[in-house]
């Protein structure tokens, strides 16, 4: 089964009805194997979440911007746009920036491959 790494968290200031703000988490993974959709969005927390995987030409669609924005991952970006033009994404790269930048290993998990059948 593919592997996803947890590569970018963070969060925004969401209105809910009765409690009014609350941080509201996001993040992006990516899975390093050839898949058709190697980019994960994810936002929420318990029955609150969302998770989708996305093809790279999704990912790179401007609705996705502010959840780039919002996980901390706008250095993702220029990643994201090599892989659209056929440069493989450069695993040990990645993760030794995510390693700078939270001080630990990102965490793993993986699809099961039926995820990604249209």
Request: net charge neutral.
């Amino acid at each position: 089964m593919p592997i996803f790494y947890k590569i970018a968290r963070g969060e925004k200031s969401r209105s809910f009805f009765s409690s009014g703000k609350a941080p509201w988490p996001y993040g992006i993974d990516i899975c390093f194997e050839n898949v058709s959709h190697p980019i994960a969005f994810h936002e929420g927390f318990g029955q609150g979440q969302a998770w989708g995987v996305f093809s790279v030409r999704e990912a790179l669609e401007k609705q996705w911007e502010e959840h780039f924005k919002a996980s901390n991952a706008a250095w993702l970006i220029e990643y994201v746009s090599q892989l659209a033009i056929g440069i493989p994404l450069p695993k040990d790269e990645i993760i030794s920036k995510y390693q700078r930048l939270h001080n630990c290993l990102p965490t793993t998990y993986e699809v099961n491959e039926n995820v990604f059948r249209t």
